[in-house]
């Protein structure tokens, strides 16, 4: 039987410099998505990449003395390198100099030109350089944008464009909307979003004139591709839309679009009414998440508050950042992160909770078994406790997953080490072990620990990736990335007698951090 589909972006990224950990943030949570749906058996298509045909992009380079496609390449592989360190499973990164992209935006602005929907005009107003974008005077705070309010990013530009009839599909979305109101989520996003359109949707610029770099309009040299719309086209040109029609047919429409809270507008009102115009279905949903933190100013290049990717995998392991990020911060509104809270949380959870639960479990299990998993008794209250948290664990993970709340999703996976430890703590296997009388309840409460800790190995693998498959190694149980989810989501699946190899510990404690973020 054929699996069923699942296709999920990112956004793509300006390579106008080096990555920073809010980057990859919006990687770990798609990413954790993506694994948790090819763990349930569905056919995983996941798609990131870069932004390369930006103005931002063209002057960063001229202002190293770079020429720009030198210079992005040699960005881009950096950023696939911060993908690697933190075990990013994209199908495929694009980058948006790739020529199947080039030959496949084209296709679709030729789709606009047939369908009537583009139109030679003036544009006159305010450009934000910095997000690339235009904005009405009502979305400035105190004349700035509302994403750089710290800069003077406006500019006033006045030139001729090619002009898409956004206004046409506003009672489209209204329609889209109103049906369909999971299509942005969560709903403070989508409310956002509602009052956008309530406004009344104008006619917007598609193009821009007299650059050098960028994606030519076709059948016009004068003018490219205003960047935006290059950018958003990714997701249909990804999966082969006008070059490979039988990678589009399996894949298109997406699942989930996941992007951040500053670019809502695009994806959210412009990138369906795109599709409308091409005649392309509309995509399942986006997913807004909010802003990592620091100090109470926002992660970002343009303000130079930034966590470097690398020194923090250094520090506290790519692993540990991946779970850090998303049980701090979930995956819905902003939250604060610093070296200090990581620090906290990693000693808290992983080195005291799941790390030390590994650890005594798979020494006891060696000093009184010889290494082998003792016996079970299913019908026995030694086990019932853990079995009774682990079953709800599963349930309750799964409906948080499904819905991209992460922090939910972790915390109900944190409540089976919390149980697994807390049945150490009730049924004392040390005090068992002094009395040949009670072996067989040893055994037990072992086999519970061990298998409570089998059973998180799986669990975790969509956050955790690399400690799952070494736990998975540890109690020799097939690897969480090919396992059968069926055959070992449930209770019991250990097979007792099997030899297990204890290792060095999975997270040893912190007792100081070194500071990774550079305040502006």
Known sequence: MTAEKFYVTTAIVYVNDAPGLHYLYEQIGADALARFQRQRGRDVFFLTGTDENATTVDRAAKAKGEDTRVFVDRLAELYKRAAKVYGISYDRFIRTTDADHVEGVQWFVRRWIENGDIYESTYEGLYCVSCEAFYEEADLVEGRCPFHSGRDTIEKLSEKNYFFRLSKY????????????????????????????????????????????????????????????????????????????????????ADVHVI????????????????????????????????????????????????????????????????????????????????????????????????????????????????????????????????????????????????????????????????????Y?????????????????????????????????????????????????????????????AEVARWGALPPGTELRPGPALFPRLEANKVTSAPA
Not at 201 to 214: A, E, F, M, T, Y
Not at 425 to 445: C, K, N, V
């Open 170 to 253: 506003q009672k489209a979305l209204e329609d889209l909307y109103g049906q369909h109101p999971e299509f942005c989520e969560p709903q403070i996003r989508r409310n956002e979003v509602l009052g956008w359109i309530e406004r009344g949707l104008k006619d917007i610029s598609v193009s821009r004139r007299g650059l050098s770099w960028g994606i030519p309009w076709p059948d016009d040299p004068e003018q490219t591709v205003y960047v935006w719309f290059d950018a958003l086209i990714n997701y249909v040109t990804g999966v082969g839309f006008g070059t490979n029609d039988a990678l589009f047919q399996r894949y298109w429409p």
């Open 260 to 423: 951040g809270k500053d670019i809502s507008r695009f994806h959210c009102i412009y990138w369906p009414a795109m599709l409308l115009s091409a005649g392309v279905e509309l995509p399942k949903q986006v997913w807004v998440h909010g802003f990592l933190d620091y100090q109470g100013q926002r992660l970002s290049k343009t303000s130079g508050n930034m966590i470097d990717p690398f020194a923090a995998a250094e520090e506290w392991g790519a692993d540990a950042v991946r779970y850090l990020v998303l049980r701090q911060v979930g995956f819905a509104t902003d939250g604060d992160v610093s070296p200090e809270i990581f620090s906290a949380r990693f000693n808290a959870d992983l080195a005291n909770g799941l790390g030390n639960l590994v650890s005594r479990t798979l020494a006891m299990v060696e000093r009184y078994f010889g290494s082998r998993v003792p016996d079970p008794d299913p019908a026995g209250p030694s086990e019932a406790a853990v079995r009774d948290v682990a079953e709800r664990a599963l349930r309750d993970h799964d409906a948080a997953a499904g819905q991209l709340r992460f922090a939910d999703a972790l915390a109900a996976a944190f409540t089976l080490v919390d149980a697994a430890n807390k049945h």
């Open 425 to 485: 703590t009730r049924t004392q296997p040390w005090q068992l072990a002094r009395d040949p009388a009670r072996r067989a309840e040893l055994g037990a409460s072992l086999y519970a620990g061990a298998e409570a800790i089998r059973l998180l190995a799986y669990l975790l693998w969509p956050y955790l990736p690399a400690t799952s498959e070494r736990i998975a190694d540890q109690l020799r149980v097939p690897s969480p990335a090919t396992a059968d989810w």
